[in-house]
C-alpha cells in the first residue's frame, strides 16, 4: 500500500483550489439568478465566499460537476470526541455537504434545496495520522421536490471510513430571498 503519492496528489489539488478561493468575498444580495453549477463556478473563480463551515471543520470543496460533488478534509486532534477519534458529528458534515452540493450542482437558477434526511454509517474510526480524507456525493436520483443522492468518506489509501445516502427538498427561492444561508460546503 503506497499513500504517499496519492497524499501528494491531493496536497497539490487542495493549494490549487485554495489558490483560488476567497474566504473574504462579499456574497452578492441574492444568489436566486445563478444555477448551482454557477454558484460553484463563482466560488471556485474566488467571487463568492465558500460556506464557512469549512473554515470551521477544516474541509474544503475540491471538484463539483453535475452531479457530482467532492470535499477534502483533514481530521486533526481538535475534532476528537473524548474516545480520542474524530467526532461522529464531522464525519456527518462533511458528508452532508458532499451530497447536498451534489445535488445543488443539478439545480436551476430560483431553486433551492434543504437537507429532510442524512443517514451516515461509520464503518472505520478517524484520528490526525491519516492526513487527508476526501468525501464525494453522488446523486442518485432528481425529481421537481425531492432529490436523493450517496456519498463516501475515502483515505487516500482507499479505505473506506463512513458513507451516507440523504434525501433533499427541492423549493422554489423567492427572487429577492438571500440564498446564501443554504448554500453548502
Known amino acids: 500500500m503506497v499513500m504517499d503519492p496519492v ?5 497539490a ?6 489558490s483560488r478561493l476567497n474566504v473574504d468575498a462579499g456574497a452578492p444580495a441574492s444568489l436566486a439568478g445563478l444555477t448551482g453549477m454557477e454558484l460553484f463556478a463563482a466560488i471556485f473563480a474566488g467571487d463568492i465566499p465558500p460556506a464557512p ?17 467532492v470535499f477534502q478534509g483533514r481530521p486533526q486532534r481538535k475534532h476528537y470526541n473524548p474516545l480520542g477519534s474524530v467526532h461522529g458529528g464531522w464525519f456527518a458534515t462533511l458528508l452532508d455537504s458532499a451530497v447536498g452540493c451534489a445535488v445543488h450542482t443539478l439545480l436551476p437558477a430560483g431553486k433551492g434545496f434543504t437537507t429532510l434526511e442524512l443517514k451516515v454509517n461509520m464503518v472505520r474510526a478517524l484520528n490526525d495520522r491519516v492526513p487527508l480524507v476526501r468525501a464525494e456525493g453522488k446523486v442518485i436520483h432528481q425529481g421537481r421536490q425531492v432529490a436523493t ?11 473506506l471510513y463512513a458513507h451516507a445516502t440523504t434525501t433533499c427538498l427541492i423549493f422554489d427561492v423567492p427572487a429577492n430571498a438571500q440564498e446564501s444561508s443554504h448554500v453548502r460546503q
Open 7 to 11: 497524499v501528494a496528489r491531493w496536497t
Open 53 to 69: 463551515i469549512g473554515l470551521t471543520l477544516d474541509f474544503i470543496p475540491i471538484h463539483m460537476e453535475p452531479g457530482v460533488a
Open 149 to 159: 443522492a450517496e456519498g463516501r468518506i475515502v483515505g487516500p489509501d482507499g479505505k
Open 13 to 18: 489539488q487542495e493549494i490549487e483550489v485554495r
